[in-house]
């Protein structure tokens, strides 16, 4: 009779992903995991069949852990205030699962910071069409202005080089929330670039 199965699927791919909290994704390896776990290696290929598989199990469920983050925020009175704030908390309490999935690309999954921008503009459109009484594309853009600036702010802090609190990164977002919204509702045709670039700067250096 064969050897009973100790571990199931799920609880090696949570063990890969604690090693990646904890160290980084390079330090997900046969060896780390099977000593996280206190086994051998072999358990680890009776369920995956190599590595690679492994390490795209652990790239979902930390996308998966980012998402929870995001739902969270998006439950939030103001949507953006909870996004904004699940992101920086998200980059702050996760650092290398940050990296995984915004600094990095690994070879053989599907991700990077274009694909979590898409994922995350699919999620807050209807609550920023609905509260900013914009259009879909008027929502995506919007959500892309704001996202580019707390991707700069979350990676200061991941990389130990940010100098400003949370409150004042905050305090950002809504200067550059504010800015685009009231753009644009005053400037016609601004989101999809169809607009007079030089004249509106001149009006605005003359007031």
């Not at 492994?54 to 852990?65: H, W």
């Not at 699962?97 to 915004?102: A, E, G, K, Q, W």
């Not at 690994?106 to 807050?124: H, K, M, T, Y």
């Not at 008027?138 to 990676?155: G, K, P, Y």
Request: aromatic share 12%.
């Amino acid at each position: 009779m064969p050897p009973k199965v100790k571990f199931q699927k799920e609880e090696i791919a949570n063990a890969a992903l604690s090693i990646a909290r904890q160290k980084g994704f390079d330090a997900v390896t046969a060896r780390e995991v099977a000593k996280e776990l206190h086994v051998s290696v072999g358990p680890i290929f009776t369920w995956f069949e190599n590595m690679e598989q492994l390490k795209a199990a652990v790239y979902d469920l930390a996308k998966a852990r980012y998402l929870e983050y995001l739902k969270q925020g998006l439950s939030n009175e103001i949507p953006f205030h909870g996004v904004w704030r699940q992101y920086l908390r998200f980059a702050r309490e996760e650092p290398e699962l940050y990296r995984l999935l915004f600094l990095t690309k690994p070879d053989g999954v599907s991700g990077g910071a274009i694909e979590a921008l898409r994922v995350s503009q699919d999620l807050a459109r209807p609550s920023i069409m609905r509260i900013y009484n914009m259009s879909a594309h008027e929502a995506d853009c919007f959500f892309r202005d704001i996202w580019l600036v707390a991707f700069s702010c979350a990676t200061l802090i991941v990389t130990d080089d940010c100098p400003f609190t949370d409150e004042q990164m905050l305090a950002v977002g809504t200067e550059i929330s504010l800015s685009i919204c009231k753009a644009y509702k005053e400037i016609p045709g601004l989101p999809e670039g169809n607009y007079d670039r030089d004249a509106i700067f001149s009006a605005l250096v003359k007031a």
